[in-house]
């Protein structure tokens, strides 16, 4: 489905129910986030309560209707609720919910790590896991224990997600690691996010230390911001030297999103996948290569990494599914060309944008301007989110089987409320 934007009523009465329950039920750092948002952007009706999706368009419980330039963070590249992953879902439901993961694992887990470890040029194998953090976790802990070296390089606006083991290479905000800074470990050193090659040489002897540098081909949560080009081969040549593991976060930029299944070539030794790769249900992998997985010992010892839904065979199944579709409809293709009409369309209507594939910026000239452009998209039935630990960046992050009117008619709209900004 890929229809226009329709709305009936954004402080419809059964949104604004749905929201007093959230302020009484859900954990208030979430609720007292979005009532000061709404208090900041005098908005009555923040957040929206989605009913249901499909394609392009959300639909919240008051039938109004938006089409959704986030893909839900990400996950929805091939539009929500996919056909053909809908109906692997009824499929593998038909026959197996739930088996004993790495003990006695499903037929369709083994059918997924053997499709993930054939998507990547080296010699792989891989460990399937719930969200992107338990993806990184996975990385991280593979790193520490093929290397034996503790330290960490991570990158000043990386985002890897929120565990404990994740959050303590995250450069994103300084917000998110303080209260937690206890038990966050002090190995971790972060380096300025570079605007030229030579600046990752300066990394050499911290490079040396380390046993890992963690890196995103693409800060997204951070603002969209491209690595320098030739950034991942020339960490790569720096890691080689010295027997340091580089570990290519493609959880936001991996599976079609910047026009390929992954932008780290042949430069990984860890590749973390998550958001799209179920198709809408929760399910990431960490993809190595085989000598470097080879140090989590031999198969007769005790699982030391695993839990309890690890490689779910729903999620499993959907995922296949979703791998499956992105190959055969071409979707990385179309990622890039989708990419060049955005860029093309806005540059026209003069808002510049970085990023590449449908993972794209629009950079804006103050802290906080995303949010009220964000809002102000919102009301015209549009859903983007802000990205930059400041707010200073609209994320455009669009399902990659958009139709080209619909996004020139997003563009008119963007162009517009930034007009009038
Ligand atoms: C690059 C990257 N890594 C890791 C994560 C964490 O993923 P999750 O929220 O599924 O744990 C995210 C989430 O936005 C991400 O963008």
Not at 6 to 18: Q, T
Not at 227 to 256: H, P, Q, S, Y
Not at 301 to 308: F, K, L, R
Request: net charge negative; hydrophobic share 45%.
């Amino acid at each position: 489905m890929d229809l226009p934007p329709h709305i009936v009523n954004l402080d419809g009465e059964r949104s604004a129910r749905f929201v007093d329950r959230l302020a009484r039920f859900e954990s208030p750092a979430f609720t007292a986030r979005r009532a000061r948002r709404s208090e900041e952007l005098g908005a009555k009706n923040d957040p929206i309560v989605w009913a249901s999706a499909q394609g392009v368009n959300v639909t919240d419980v008051d039938g109004n209707r938006f089409v959704d330039l986030t893909s839900g963070f990400g996950v929805a590249s091939l539009g929500h609720r996919h056909p053909e992953v809908v109906a692997a879902i009824h499929a593998q439901s038909e026959t197996l919910l739930h088996a004993l993961g790495d003990l006695h694992p499903s037929d369709v887990k083994i059918n997924l790590l053997e499709a993930l470890c054939e998507m990547v040029p080296f010699d792989a194998r891989a460990v399937l896991s719930l969200n992107g953090s338990d993806a990184v976790e996975t990385a991280l802990k593979t790193a520490l224990i093929h290397t034996q070296r503790p330290g960490i390089i991570a990158f000043e606006g990386g985002y890897h997600g929120l565990a404990l083991g994740p959050l303590a290479t995250c450069g994103y905000s300084a917000a998110f690691r303080a209260p937690f800074e206890a038990h966050l470990h002090d190995h971790v050193q972060f380096a300025p996010w570079p605007t030229a090659l030579e600046e990752l040489d300066d990394l050499a002897p911290a490079i040396r230390e380390a046993g890992c540098v963690i890196i995103e081909p693409i800060q997204g949560r951070g603002g969209v911001r491209p690595l320098v080009a030739g950034g991942l081969e020339r960490l790569r040549a720096l890691c080689e030297e010295n027997g340091t593991l580089l570990i290519v976060d493609e959880i936001f930029t991996g599976l079609g999103r910047c026009g390929a299944m992954h932008l780290s070539e042949d430069h990984a030794d860890l590749i973390c996948f998550g958001k799209a790769l179920g198709g809408g249900l929760p399910i990431s992998a960490c993809v190595g290569r085989a000598d470097v997985m080879s140090s989590w010992g031999h198969p007769d010892g005790e699982a030391i990494h695993t839990g309890t839904f690890f490689g779910h065979p729903l999620a499993s199944a959907a995922a296949l599914a979703s791998l499956a579709v992105l190959r055969r409809d071409g979707l990385c293709e179309r990622a890039v060309a989708l990419g060049d009409l955005f860029r093309r369309e806005l540059g026209q209507r003069n808002v510049a944008t970085r990023g590449q594939g449908l993972m794209l910026g629009v950079p804006l000239s103050e802290p906080g301007a995303a949010l009220h452009v964000s809002r102000a998209l919102l009301s015209r039935g549009y859903l983007a989110l802000p990205a930059g630990a400041h707010a200073d960046v609209l994320q455009l992050v669009p399902p990659i089987v958009m139709r080209d009117e619909t996004a020139r008619a997003f563009c008119d709209a963007l162009a517009d409320v930034l007009e009038r900004a």
